[in-house]
């Protein structure tokens, strides 16, 4: 019977890929989707940036589609993949705190695929994709990509054992090994039915290891005794460093950047010489920003300031996009999970607060939306309303029983969200801290109408206590809310 559904899903998709391209079959294309993990778009080189960090994504741009404004919904990665693979926002889909798995009934991006006909594969390597979290659900191959963690781990005694886990990943150097696992899995997968591919690279997370020529490459000359160790907990990175520290920590950051760049070029040219990326669309991405002192902090999930929010999002497919676009619309990504089904043609997929982008790959316009964003990881409950020109956040602590703190920025003047605007007369900010208000209850609604959330994973004490050393769990200082603006 099995084998049966998936040849009628089959058909259907050759026929819906038909009719939509004149009877090309090809029109269902493969998906492949890489995620950068914490990499803030304006250390990318096609949106800005003077060094060179990433010229396989600069070609990848050139080639294709770049958006200009693409947000995430969040400052760390678990709730962000969550949302990718849903198309819901956080409030939504649930996932928004360590000890939560996501709930099997949700109806996941691999699922929808899946079912439609697809080959699914999964490659990650950091320890937030690991099955425990759920969001593998729909993938047939998952694969971990750590040095660290047991291929055969399962869900009960990862959670005994994330803190050693957690650990490691930060030393852990995972994209050299996931090219060998993708490749591996490019020689074998089968090839009667597209694909769609998720990569999860982890390099560009802290800690800051990247080989010593590239970390030369953009800056040759430094002699002092800074290292990207122990990243979080390192006091020689703070507010006041030495300047010529400050530019060392940011050439360790570019460096893996690079290093991690290559290693997507190369995957690409080994997947092309075989054949798989014929009628394939790529998109690359990232699950959230990086916070280097921009507003006195470092690391992320705790706040949602724009180097936090903002990612890159480009989109390549040949003889589809046309070259060299830019799209300046603000998107979000769980727009990519609407994009992915409807080229797939399914036409009956879960509910989402994403919106196809096919117009947008096709050169039309998009229609401006706003983005929301969250954070609820440790206690928080932190919100935010964006849009190209205006931003407002919502700071509060409901575990500790402290009342909101609301600020908003004009984004056209104070890109950098350094001058916060009067909340208490300012007309933008109080129309901007309305809208955000409404659109979290309009989230809400729609959870309540899907009726699922996350699931309980059992976390131990000695687990929390490794995962607040790690900057996963805030600390009292945090708690307090020092540092936030």
Not at 309 to 328: C, D, E, K, S, T
Not at 461 to 466: D, L, T, V
């Amino acid at each position: 019977m099995a084998f049966t559904s998936r040849c009628i899903a089959r058909c259907v998709l050759v026929a819906l890929a038909c009719a939509c391209n004149g009877g090309d079959e090809r029109a269902a294309p493969n998906l492949l989707l890489i995620s950068i993990d914490s990499l803030r778009s304006d250390h990318v080189g096609c949106y800005g940036y003077p060094a060179p960090t990433s010229p396989t994504l600069d070609r990848l741009a050139r080639e294709g589609l770049r958006f200009a404004n693409a947000v995430s919904t969040t400052s760390w990665t678990l709730p962000a993949h969550a949302a990718l693979f849903t198309g819901l926002y956080d409030s939504t889909h649930g996932l928004v705190d360590n000890g939560l798995r996501l709930d099997p009934a949700h109806r996941t991006l691999a699922e929808e695929l899946a079912r439609t006909g697809y080959h699914t594969a999964g490659f990650f390597g950091g320890p937030y994709l690991h099955p425990t979290f759920g969001l593998n659900d729909g993938f047939e191959v998952w694969e971990n990509c750590m040095a660290n963690a047991d291929e055969a781990l399962d869900a009960a005694t990862f959670a005994t054992q994330s803190r050693r886990v957690h650990g490691a990943s930060h030393e852990d150097i995972t994209s050299p090994r996931t090219l060998e696992k993708v490749l591996a899995w490019s020689r074998s997968a089968p090839t009667d039915r597209p694909y769609f591919l998720f990569v999860h690279l982890w390099d560009v997370h802290y800690d800051y290891r990247a080989p010593k020529e590239y970390v030369e490459l953009f800056d040759p000359g430094y002699e002092g005794a800074l290292t990207g160790d122990d990243f979080v907990r390192n006091p020689a990175v703070a507010p006041g460093m030495a300047p010529r520290d400050f530019a060392h920590l940011m050439a360790l950051y570019d460096a893996e950047i690079r290093f991690t760049d290559e290693h997507i070029g190369r995957m690409l040219a080994a997947l092309e010489a075989a054949g798989r990326l014929e009628n394939t669309l790529v998109v690359v991405t990232s699950d959230h920003g990086e916070e280097f002192l921009d507003h006195g902090r470092k690391g992320h999930q705790h706040a949602l300031f724009e180097e936090l929010v903002r990612v890159p999002l480009i989109a390549h497919w040949p003889g589809q996009i046309a070259p060299g676009r830019v799209v300046n619309t603000q998107v979000r990504l769980i727009d990519l999970m609407p994009t992915f089904l409807a080229l797939a043609g399914v036409r009956d997929g879960p509910p989402s607060s994403g919106r196809d982008l096919r117009p947008a790959l096709a050169g039309r316009e998009l229609e401006e939306r706003p983005a929301l964003l969250e954070l609820f990881a440790d206690g928080r409950q932190f919100a935010a309303l964006r849009t190209n020109a205006f931003k407002a956040h919502s700071l509060g602590w409901p575990a500790r029983g402290d009342a909101p703190r609301e600020f908003a920025f004009d984004l056209a003047v104070d890109p950098n969200e350094q001058q916060p605007l009067d909340v208490k007369s300012d007309a933008r900010a109080l129309k901007g801290l309305s809208a955000l208000r409404v659109m979290r209850s309009e989230v809400l609604e729609l959870k309540s109408r899907i009726g699922t959330g996350a699931q309980a994973i059992d976390l131990d004490a000695e687990m929390q206590r490794k995962l607040r050393e790690l900057g996963y769990l805030g600390s009292d200082e945090e708690r307090s809310g020092d540092g936030e603006r």
